[in-house]
Nanobody, 121 residues
Framework: QVQVVESGGASVQAGESLTLSCAAS??????MGWFRQGPRAEREFVAV???????KYSDTVKGRFTINRDGAKNTLSLQMNSLQHEDTAVYYC?????????????????WGQGAQVTVSK
């Protein structure tokens, strides 16, 4: 069984930066990614990193967010710069059992409890 735990959620001002962290325990899993769910919205893809280091981002965060993975520690981070009010959401770390990169949340097997990020205008 794999357990996924996020940390680092906070309230910040627009334009500021914040880093979310995620730790997966149990066994190494790839790929690992971040999703978010804003108020009155569906869960959406943010970023993912595969076993070979390949990274993908949603168009809304590309250029502002950076996903990084430490394979040895089985940890994941999301560096978020130039945060906007529209980035306000609960951010979820997720991991898959199969190796192919997916943007579809239905393809992910393991989920954290979520970390609240609130960006004030």
């Amino acid at each position: 069984q794999v357990q996924v735990v996020e940390s680092g959620g906070a309230s910040v001002q627009a334009g500021e930066s914040l880093t979310l962290s995620c730790a997966a325990s149990g066994r190494a899993v790839y790929p690992m990614g971040w999703f978010r769910q804003g108020p009155r919205a569906e869960r959406e893809f943010v970023a993912v990193v595969g076993w070979n280091g390949e990274k993908k981002y949603s168009d809304t965060v590309k250029g502002r967010f950076t996903i990084n993975r430490d394979g040895a520690k089985n940890t994941l981070s999301l560096q978020m710069n130039s945060l906007q009010h529209e980035d306000t959401a609960v951010y979820y770390c997720a991991a898959k059992s199969l190796a192919n990169i997916q943007r579809n949340s239905d393809q992910y097997d393991y989920w954290g409890q979520g970390a609240q990020v609130t960006v004030s205008k």
